[in-house]
């Protein structure tokens, strides 16, 4: 098994900011309304994610960290309505398998919690620790027992800079937590937990007093939920742009395309746009899967979105007006 999970470690964790993403999931999946992660020369030595989630019960412990084990799929359906994508229990064993991983978990309700460790895959017992509840996960000297892995992380820098970029758009998608990232113990970013997704997106993007404008849309069975900062927002920075496809984060020229065309069609020379926005569709007609790690996907009906975005976004330019 630990020869099965370092293979799947090698498909799925690129980079400490792989990590970073698959475990702050686990912890929104958790229902965690606190998220720490802090880390140590940009994750080579140390990520270690904080959460006050629903935890683990000592029994499962051993269970998360070394087999293939979910307690997310009931049933085989729920394979086509999955949420974390690319994984399907294996992110935790993993990650064990490549780094000496410290899991500690006290479940709500229960006085103390359990530790356990393991070594590039070789688990020690359980031990008692005194905890608030909740879980924290220790990742240290990521690829320690696969040299040819860790020689080839980059500089801390751009490490750093996937892991910032990772950690903001998780934050940007879910506002029901608190998300704290530090360096060396200096902060990074810190936000608060927001009563809505817009004022989370307004905080992050720090827009200042400008207000985002929302617009919900639906075309060729396509939902999109737009943020959209006014024209009058002005950012040199063409990278403000996140789209997420049924909740994950792609990378897509289709849909920027269209949101670049409805603001210049609606302020000509208007050029860089804030925007944050959501794609519902049907998992049949994306697929996602054109790799585990890389954040790229293919349409059915790529005209179909890009006029599903474009007028979504006039739509919601044209909204701002009244
Ligand atoms: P998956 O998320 O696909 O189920 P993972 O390997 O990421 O698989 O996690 C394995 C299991 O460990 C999860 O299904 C969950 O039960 C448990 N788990 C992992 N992280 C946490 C956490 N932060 N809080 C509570 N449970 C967790
Ligand atoms: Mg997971």
Not at 231 to 238: D, F, G, L, M
């Amino acid at each position: 098994p630990l020869l099965v999970n370092q293979i799947a470690a090698g498909e799925c964790i690129e980079r400490p900011a792989s990590i970073v993403k698959e475990l702050v999931e686990n912890s929104i999946d958790a229902g965690a309304t606190a998220i720490e992660v802090g880390v140590e020369e940009a994750g080579s030595r140390l990520i270690r994610i904080t959460d006050n989630g629903c935890g683990i019960d000592r029994e499962d412990l051993p269970l998360a960290i070394t087999s293939h084990a979910t307690s997310k799929l009931q049933n085989a359906d729920d394979l086509l309505n999955i949420r974390t994508l690319g994984f399907r229990g294996e992110a935790l064993a993993s990650v064990a398998s490549v780094a000496d991983v410290f899991i500690s978990s006290c479940p709500s309700g229960e006085q103390s919690g359990y530790k356990i460790r393991s070594f590039g895959g070789d688990v020690k017992p359980l031990e008692p620790v005194a905890m608030n509840h909740g879980t924290i996960i220790e990742v240290h000297d990521l690829f320690f027992n696969i040299p040819a892995r860790r020689k080839f992380l980059k500089k801390k820098a751009t490490e750093m800079g996937h892991i910032t970029d990772t950690l903001t758009k998780l934050a940007l998608s879910y506002h029901k937590a608190s998300f704290k990232l530090t360096h060396n113990n200096k902060i990074v970013f810190h936000v608060e937990k927001t009563a809505t997704l817009k004022e989370r997106i307004e905080q992050l993007l720090a827009i200042g007093e400008c207000e985002m404008l929302e617009i919900s849309y639906e075309r060729n069975g396509i939902e999109v939920q737009a943020f959209l900062a006014p024209p009058e927002v002005n950012r040199a920075n063409s990278k403000q742009q996140y789209v997420y496809i049924n909740g994950r984060c792609i990378k897509d020229r289709i849909v920027l395309r269209a949101v670049a065309d409805a603001y210049s069609d609606y302020l000509p020379m208007k050029r860089h746009a804030v925007a944050v926005l959501f794609l519902q569709m049907h998992p049949e007609d994306v697929d996602v899967n054109v790799h585990p790690t890389k954040a790229e996907v293919r349409y059915r009906d790529s005209s179909g979105i890009y006029s599903a975005v474009y007028h979504a976004t006039l739509e919601g330019l044209r909204k701002g007006d009244l």
